[in-house]
């Protein structure tokens, strides 16, 4: 089994210099982890100075998006390939922000995806459902269909290394984190889902982790579920001390992680 994997989604925050304070004392708090997989996705300005502070550390680096395409005449895109120069090992994909403020669809999502392994990156492929989809009994058929459509076109042999994040909109950065029973019936609906489309054997690593206000006081409610294998966390993952709380969660009987 793979282990569990805390990222930092670091947003549209910091300078050069703020993020090298950040990642200085996380790097301190989060010496000699060795069961937690933790990765920061920082700005794309800043990856190029933290690659270096995070050498001899656990934390790998992610990018928070990435274009479709290779290289090319793509004003203001950056590619998996360049990521991957750069030291990223993963890359988040269809955030509900790229979803909603740059228009990004399923079909957006599922050619990401392609290049992101096209590059050697790990996607962690978002999908979640709005307040009112919550409200009308949708979610399930929701956070499916993205996933359906998302990994659109992937054998197999494909998908060991992605990592789905189940982030319900209504639950980001409003401090109204869903329940960990909740995120669990979702993430079970996943996990069907994925064994059906990929055969256990392919599909029985493959990490689903959850995001929306995590914070140190409720990590611990997550991860003793049997289906949560992670978080993707936003604002706590700008404050060192919460950041690491959440990799150093307490490991309970009932999660597969103890
Ligand atoms: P918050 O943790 O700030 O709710 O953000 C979650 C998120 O969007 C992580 O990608």
Same mark, same amino acid.
């Given at each position: ?10 947003? *549209?925050?910091? #300078? ?7 990642? !200085?004392? /996380?790097? @301190? ?7 937690? @997989? ?22 790998? /680096?992610?990018? $928070? ?10 004003? &203001?895109?950056?590619?998996? @390939? *360049? ?16 979803? $909603? ?28 459902? #709005? ?14 269909? $993205?996933?359906? #459509? ?7 042999? !494909?998908?060991?290394? /992605?990592? =789905? ?5 209504? =639950? ?9 029973? $909740? ?39 997550? *991860? ?10 936003? &604002? ?23």
């Amino acid at each position: 089994m793979l282990k569990p994997l805390i990222t930092g989604n670091w947003k *549209m925050n910091t #300078t050069i210099a703020e993020g090298v304070g950040l990642v !200085m004392r /996380l790097r @301190e708090l989060v010496r000699g982890v060795e069961d937690v @997989e933790v990765a920061i996705a920082p700005p794309f300005t800043s990856i190029h100075h933290l690659r270096f502070l995070i050498a001899d550390s656990p934390i790998k /680096l992610a990018g $928070q998006n990435l274009s479709t395409e290779k290289n090319g005449a793509y004003t &203001g895109e950056v590619s998996g @390939e *360049m990521l991957r120069d750069v030291g990223c090992d993963y890359v988040i994909i269809g955030h509900s922000e790229r979803r $909603q403020h740059f228009a990004e669809s399923d079909e957006t999502v599922n050619k990401k995806i392609f290049a992101a392994l096209r590059a050697g990156l790990k996607p962690i492929v978002c999908v979640g459902e #709005t307040i009112e989809e919550r409200e009308g009994g949708k979610t399930l058929a929701v956070v499916k269909r $993205q996933i359906k #459509t998302g990994l659109k076109g992937l054998g197999p042999g !494909m998908v060991k290394d /992605l990592v =789905a994040a189940y982030e319900p909109v209504w =639950a980001i950065g409003t401090g109204k984190n869903a329940t960990a029973e $909740q995120v669990e019936e979702v993430h079970n609906a996943l996990r069907e889902l994925l064994y059906e489309k990929f055969g256990t054997a392919s599909a029985k690593d493959l990490r689903i982790i959850y995001g929306g206000s995590v914070k140190p006081e409720n990590i611990d409610s997550f *991860m003793a579920q049997p289906n949560i294998d992670g978080a993707l966390v936003g &604002g706590a993952s700008l404050k060192a001390e919460d950041f690491a709380r959440i990799v150093k969660f307490k490991k309970t009987s009932r999660g597969k992680h103890s």
